[in-house]
């Protein structure tokens, strides 16, 4: 036998060797791999949320049948959510990976590891990639969240409907600080409204946004009368859907607040405020509720303020309202 025919013989067994070697290698760590992720994912006991409503300053949701959106802020809220994800009892099912479509998708701001972001696909299935966990039983989050779509987006289509209070020639009674005036909405530079219970009495008042940040009006019924009651424009910023706005009187001397009323008075209820520094004070006063608080905790708070959602507006036409001449 030729000595290099010998020599390709022995390299080409020694190859295939090696080849058998590292096939065997790669299929036991295989193995390994995939026996690990089973233990771990469907051998351990269920799997629970522990989340602290009070963190939570706000929980997006999309509905992934329709693509609309809800940005949940009203901490009453929240707390139901954070506790209907808190008696969840999860079970690893199977893999997720490659599974298009979901229901709701659901986002916890700030985040909360791994699990702040996940899919509720139905009352019993929850998805967070690369796994699918199911519910040993319903919790009502599933329900809740569609309740919530129904109230808010109901809410909303209703809304964009004009109001009956501003298709008319109503006559307005305006209160102010010194004295009441009688006129009408067609007196009013107003180019859009929205429609809110603003002082969460079950009745709706209607606010106007007065054209190029003039202002805003309060409309409302009391004893068979419309009452008119006007803010500037940084008096009544940023209105939110839970009622609560912003208020300047200067750049240091700002804060949160929410409208009563008493009778044919209007009221605004001071939630948080920053006093400036005077010469009372050497230092800015920060007050939330009453109480005397530090920037931090202020600051805290104002930011929880700005997460929450704000209304809509929409377009006043004012063919609706003007006068015939």
Not at 12 to 30: A, D, H, P, S, Y
Not at 57 to 74: H, P, Y
Request: hydrophobic letters at 35%; glycine letters at 8%; a negative charge.
């Amino acid at each position: 036998m030729h000595p290099e025919i010998c020599f390709e013989e022995v390299k080409n067994m020694v190859n295939k060797r090696g080849v058998r070697k590292t096939g065997i290698f790669v299929l036991i760590l295989l193995c390994v791999l995939f026996l690990g992720f089973g233990i771990f994912y469907f051998i351990v006991p269920m799997r629970h949320f522990n989340i602290d409503a009070a963190k939570i300053t706000s929980v997006f949701v999309l509905d992934g049948t329709n693509g609309k959106a809800l940005t949940i802020s009203d901490p009453g809220e929240i707390e139901i959510i954070v506790s209907y994800l808190n008696a969840m009892e999860l079970k690893p099912t199977k893999v997720s990976v490659g599974y298009m479509g979901y229901r709701f998708h659901i986002s916890l701001a700030p985040g909360t590891g791994t699990w702040s972001d996940f899919i509720l696909n139905n009352p019993s299935l929850v998805r967070n990639d690369p796994f699918f966990y199911e519910l040993e039983s319903d919790t009502g989050l599933y329900d809740y969240l569609e309740a919530l779509y129904e109230k808010y987006y109901t809410r909303e289509e209703a809304d964009n409907e004009l109001p009956d209070l501003l298709k008319g020639q109503s006559t307005i009674t305006f209160i102010s600080e010194h004295d009441a005036s009688e006129g009408s909405i067609a007196d009013l530079n107003a180019d859009a409204y929205t429609v809110i219970d603003l002082d969460e009495d079950g009745e709706d008042e209607v606010v106007l946004r007065y054209a190029d940040y003039m202002g805003f009006c309060v409309l409302r019924f009391y004893e068979d009368k419309v009452y008119g009651y006007e803010f500037p424009y940084r008096g009544l910023t940023g209105l939110k859907q839970d009622g609560t706005f912003g208020f300047s009187n200067a750049s240091d001397d700002n804060g949160v607040g929410r409208l009563s009323f008493d009778k044919k008075e209007c009221i605004t209820e001071e939630l948080m405020h920053e006093y400036p520094a005077s010469s009372y004070n050497a230092e800015p006063v920060y007050d939330i509720n009453g109480q005397t608080v530090d920037a931090e905790e202020y600051e805290r708070a104002i930011e929880k303020q700005l997460t929450k959602t704000d209304v809509s507006w929409f377009e006043l036409n004012r063919i609706y309202y003007r006068n015939d001449r």
